[in-house]
């Protein structure tokens, strides 16, 4: 059974590309019969905005949203991915690293995401004094691509050593990084199709080798073209996107519909009534692949 899912962070309120994502990932999973959860990934508490999780799931219910179950809070999920690192560990994929990130930004080179980890801590006697700090857990990754097919994008690809390098795991400060996190909650939710922005296709890879490292069932992709500004920025907190205006839903909704190449909708009651004419239309393979500038 399909089963897909939308994961805000409460980083700050939904916007227009949050919006965008919520419908394509809603429409695709009612239209294949599918449930459709809703997951805070409320992993990083400095950088939380109070109150914004709860404002989230008020915007989506104004909006016409229905998920099915309770909603998923990462915050409460610890123990999963404290399970998912202990495999790792028993399976020797894993060690601690002392490097402070300062140190080993200075002799590292640019990647496909940020400068490629450069392995020092691989090697037990390379390795830094612990001076009595906790370490972060990295994974060793192999010399080898992964690639898989995108629902959307098409085949993508990256060689892990070269393009990413053996990425954290849990942070030294204590906070699960993002890569884990959501690897362990997809399998424990069992999600089978993930349709979120094309901003995080260069996580994907990493995603599929944790997943096959842990033994989890794989997951099929499909990542949405960005909403960017005039001067080619993508839409986000960073960017200054506008929250949603709940009393603009039906206009928003109609909005992002046509970024998503559906059919223009008739006169509706209520949005809820544009959420079922986008299932009823959907198609994924009519959903651009570059960017959308919505200026």
Known sequence: ??????????????????????????????????RWLVRMEDLDPPREMAG??????????????EWDGEVAYQSRRHHLYEDALGRLKDKGLVYPCYCSRKD????????????????????PEH???????????????PDETVGFDDAVVGHY???LARDIGDFV??????????????VA????????????GQDLLVSAPRQIFLQNALGFRPVRYAHLPLLVNKSGQKWSKQTLAPALDKAQAEPLLRQVSAYLNLPPA?????????????VTHWNIKRVPKNAVCTE
């Open 1 to 34: 059974m399909y089963v897909g899912r939308f994961a805000p962070s409460p980083t700050g309120l939904l916007h227009i590309g949050s919006l965008l994502t919520a419908l394509a990932s809603y429409a695709d999973a009612r239209a294949h019969g599918g």
């Open 52 to 65: 914004a999780a709860d404002h989230i799931l008020r915007t989506l219910e104004a909006f016409g949203f």
């Open 104 to 123: 080993w930004q200075a002799a590292a080179g640019m990647g496909a995401d940020g400068f490629v980890y450069n392995g020092r801590c691989r090697v």
């Open 127 to 141: 390795r830094p004094s612990e001076n009595g700090k906790p370490p972060a857990w990295r994974i060793r990754v």
């Open 157 to 159: 690809a990256q060689n």
């Open 169 to 182: 795991l849990l942070r030294a400060d204590g906070f699960w990084a993002y890569q884990l996190a959501v």
């Open 185 to 196: 909650d997809d399998a424990e939710q069992g999600i089978t199709h993930v349709v979120r």
């Open 266 to 278: 008739p006169q509706v009651d209520r949005p809820r009534d544009l959420l079922d004419w986008a």
